[in-house]
């Protein structure tokens, strides 16, 4: 997506350890317009599925979901991270915390995700893939149909798209990050 390259060129900076800091538009003030333009891409390429629940982490996926959400006129469920006492029985995973550089637990409360929901995943980077694997671990423990997996930004030169493309999941990703170079400022996309 154009756009969205354009504003990471703009307003992305690059930070030491191979992390992109879009907190000017997606993580921290958010462009509705932006991520509303994103949600119309998404909903372009997924609107044969069928979707019934949009699934995401919180907090920095769940702008976007909302909008996917909304055009797909349905229910958005974020997993909540750490413990929380409102929770009643959950659903668990335990994801890397890329930015966090620890492992954290997220838990979707049981029943959220139904048997016959076609999933489909939205996020704002994929990385590693760690994030990704935990959603799908609990959309498999909930017996659902992931239809895919929409990102805002993959890194292509970390691992996480290619492992989970040979496994077989559905990945569409805005924007993809060839190179990214700290020192110079540079980051380079792949082509659509
Ligand atoms: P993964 O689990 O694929 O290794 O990393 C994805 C998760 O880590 C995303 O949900 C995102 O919150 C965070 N993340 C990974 N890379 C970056 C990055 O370069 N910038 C920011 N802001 N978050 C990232």
């Known amino acids: ?7 990471i060129r703009k307003r992305g900076k690059i930070l030491p350890g191979n992390v992109l800091k879009v907190n000017s538009f997606l993580n921290h003030k958010i462009d509705p317009v932006l991520l509303d333009k994103m949600a119309d891409e998404w909903y372009e390429k997924f609107k044969n599925d069928n979707i019934t629940k949009v ?23 974020f997993a909540k991270k750490g413990k929380s006492s409102t929770l009643g029985n959950v659903m668990t995973a335990s994801i890397y915390s890329y930015t966090k ?21 939205i996020d704002d980077f994929l990385a590693n893939g760690s994030a990704a694997l935990g959603l799908i671990s609990i959309i ?11 990102i805002a930004i993959e890194k292509g030169f970390q691992d996480g798209g290619k492992k989970l493309r040979a496994e077989g999941y559905r990945i569409e990703s805005l924007a993809i990050v060839k190179s990214m170079d700290y020192t110079t400022g540079t980051i380079e996309f792949e082509e659509a």
């Open 101 to 121: 550089e620890k492992e954290v637990l997220i838990s979707i409360e049981n029943g959220y995700i139904k048997e016959d929901d076609n999933v489909l995943i």
């Open 1 to 7: 997506m154009k756009l969205l390259e354009e504003e």
């Open 55 to 77: 699934v995401t982490i919180e907090s920095s996926g769940i702008a976007m979901a909302i909008l996917v959400a909304l055009k797909f006129k349905c229910e958005l469920v």
């Open 140 to 150: 498999k423990y909930a017996k659902a149909n992931l239809k895919g997996i929409g």
